[in-house]
């Protein structure tokens, strides 16, 4: 038995013909002339579907939005961040966020001298890396981390299948302008005026979204997430309770000299 997926696939394009069919003739009047333009919105629509590779699954043709995101544990993280965004450079690539962070996790103050301390902290060093590169390019940038990193906790490669949205939009832009260009020629009210530039706002949209997909399938985003071990660091610190204590010396000859200025 076929897969229903395949079978899906497989009529996609004869079910949005017989659909877009419907609606131009439900939006034209029964003249030779609108005919002729519902014939040619089925022919641009089965042109549209099969530039689009919506017969075949694995179509090349398809608009497919490819993302990573990946954590990784490495000796340096300073150093494998900026060779990652060297190299996201040299790939024609942009760095859309780096973010780098120490986190402190416990400090402790210990007695060193009379008068200071010694201050152990503990801390964490990480690097969020926000990339986008010509999707031809990820593979190699995701293959230069084995190289860099000591330990890989996670990897997700994501193959996000917007064709439909892409085809749904050229769709809907195609209605907008036959629909604005008709209102346009028949309106006559303000009320008219304010539908028609309605809707040119809402083509407006649909070409947006449309570049929009166009532009995340063009560029791969990767999200790489760094971290290297905990590490320590100590360090001597005046010990400010023991500088502003008063000595014994100090602090008995003064209360002497209060005791002698009571008896006179």
């Given at each position: 038995?076929?897969?229903?997926?395949?079978?899906?696939?497989?009529?996609?394009?004869?079910?949005?013909?017989?659909?877009?069919?419907?609606?131009?003739?439900?939006?034209?009047?029964?003249?030779?002339?609108?005919?002729?333009?519902?014939?040619?919105?089925?022919?641009?629509?089965?042109?549209?579907?099969?530039?689009?590779?919506?017969?075949?699954?694995?179509?090349?043709?398809?608009?497919?939005?490819?993302?990573?995101?990946?954590?990784?544990?490495?000796?340096?993280v300073?150093?494998?961040?900026?060779?990652?965004?060297?190299?996201?450079?040299?790939?024609?690539?942009?760095?859309?966020?780096?973010?780098?962070?120490?986190?402190?996790l416990?400090?402790?103050?210990?007695?060193?001298?009379?008068?200071?301390?010694?201050?152990?902290?503990?801390?964490?060093?990480?690097?969020?890396l926000?990339?986008?590169?010509?999707?031809?390019?990820?593979?190699?940038?995701?293959?230069?981390?084995?190289?860099?990193?000591?330990?890989?906790?996670?990897?997700?490669?994501?193959?996000?299948?917007?064709?439909?949205?892409?085809?749904?939009?050229?769709?809907?832009?195609?209605?907008?302008?036959?629909?604005?260009?008709?209102?346009?020629?028949?309106?006559?009210t303000?009320?008219?005026?304010?539908?028609?530039?309605?809707?040119?706002?809402?083509?407006?949209?649909?070409?947006?979204?449309?570049?929009?997909?166009?532009?995340?399938?063009a560029?791969?985003?990767?999200?790489?997430?760094?971290?290297?071990?905990?590490?320590?660091?100590?360090?001597?610190?005046?010990?400010?309770?023991?500088?502003?204590?008063?000595?014994?010396?100090?602090?008995?000859?003064?209360?002497?000299?209060?005791?002698?200025?009571?008896?006179?």
């Amino acid at each position: 038995m076929e897969n229903p997926k395949a079978m899906a696939n497989k009529f996609l394009p004869t079910v949005v013909v017989l659909l877009t069919t419907v609606f131009f003739f439900s939006c034209n009047t029964a003249s030779d002339k609108d005919y002729a333009s519902t014939a040619e919105a089925m022919a641009d629509t089965t042109r549209l579907a099969a530039d689009l590779g919506l017969d075949a699954v694995n179509s090349a043709k398809r608009k497919i939005i490819h993302t990573a995101d990946i954590n990784c544990k490495v000796n340096d993280v300073l150093k494998v961040t900026m060779l990652l965004e060297s190299s996201t450079k040299k790939l024609q690539g942009v760095v859309t966020e780096s973010t780098l962070k120490h986190e402190q996790l416990h400090s402790t103050q210990l007695p060193y001298t009379a008068d200071s301390l010694r201050e152990i902290t503990t801390y964490q060093t990480s690097s969020l890396l926000r990339l986008r590169v010509p999707v031809q390019y990820r593979d190699s940038l995701i293959n230069m981390l084995p190289a860099l990193v000591s330990f890989v906790d996670s990897r997700q490669l994501l193959q996000t299948d917007a064709t439909l949205d892409y085809f749904s939009d050229a769709l809907k832009t195609k209605a907008s302008t036959v629909l604005t260009n008709k209102a346009e020629a028949r309106a006559s009210t303000t009320k008219d005026l304010i539908s028609t530039a309605d809707r040119a706002e809402s083509n407006i949209d649909h070409l947006v979204e449309q570049y929009r997909i166009d532009d995340a399938v063009a560029f791969s985003t990767i999200t790489i997430n760094l971290y290297q071990p905990v590490q320590t660091s100590s360090m001597h610190i005046v010990n400010a309770e023991a500088a502003l204590k008063i000595p014994f010396t100090t602090s008995l000859s003064e209360s002497l000299r209060s005791g002698l200025y009571l008896l006179e």
